[in-house]
């Protein structure tokens, strides 16, 4: 029990009173979420190449999703999603690119920013209207592997796709 006769404690206290308030500011949580500092270059990005090209991603008890890479220029590669393995019907849009030292993931409204991008893959973190992290780990010419990472419902819940060249139909 704190009483008058120590008012260090009372002190000690309010300031970490103070400190979890600040803790739990929306400021602080952005600050948290490790927000990059890398600065990214051309020839980073030019090492995301790999992901040209039609793919399958699969994964226990999900569905399996199908996705097209298309490398425009030195600084964007365009997503094209598909309803299914004949990918003929594009169901959404995405974007990977890099702008003023960094290298942004965009789908729908959400926008991830890589903290680390090289020849193994790429780990990005959400920035804006996202909650998930994501990395893409190179295993070979024709696979990689997409780990999410999500908080749904306060648990961690972490799901690996396993990412295959798609067959040309």
């Known amino acids: 029990m704190i009483t008058r006769r120590h008012p260090i ?24 979420r490790g927000i990059p500092h890398t600065a990214f270059t051309r020839s980073d990005f030019s090492k ?15 569905r399996t999703y199908y996705e097209r890479y298309h490398v425009v220029n030195d600084s964007t590669i365009e997503i094209s999603y598909f309803s299914d393995s004949t990918m003929s019907r594009v169901v959404g849009h995405g974007r990977i690119y ?34 998930n992290t994501f990395a893409w780990s190179v295993e070979s010419p024709d696979s990689w592997t997409a780990t999410l990472r999500s908080g749904v419902g306060g648990h961690d819940r972490v799901t690996v796709f396993q990412v295959r060249r798609a067959r040309k139909r």
Do not use: C, K
């Not at 600040?22 to 952005?30: C, D, I, N, S, V």
């Not at 991603?57 to 999900?62: F, H, I, M, Q």
């Open 9 to 32: 404690l009372l002190h000690a206290a309010g300031i970490a009173s103070a400190a979890l308030l600040l803790l739990g500011t929306p400021a602080m949580a952005r600050a948290q």
């Open 48 to 62: 995301l190449t790999w992901l040209e090209g039609s793919w399958q991603g699969s994964a226990p008890g999900e």
């Open 98 to 131: 890099l702008s003023a030292g960094g290298i942004y993931h965009t789908f729908g409204s959400g926008t991830w920013a890589a903290t680390r991008a090289d020849e193994t893959g790429v780990y990005f973190i959400p920035r804006l209207n996202a909650h």
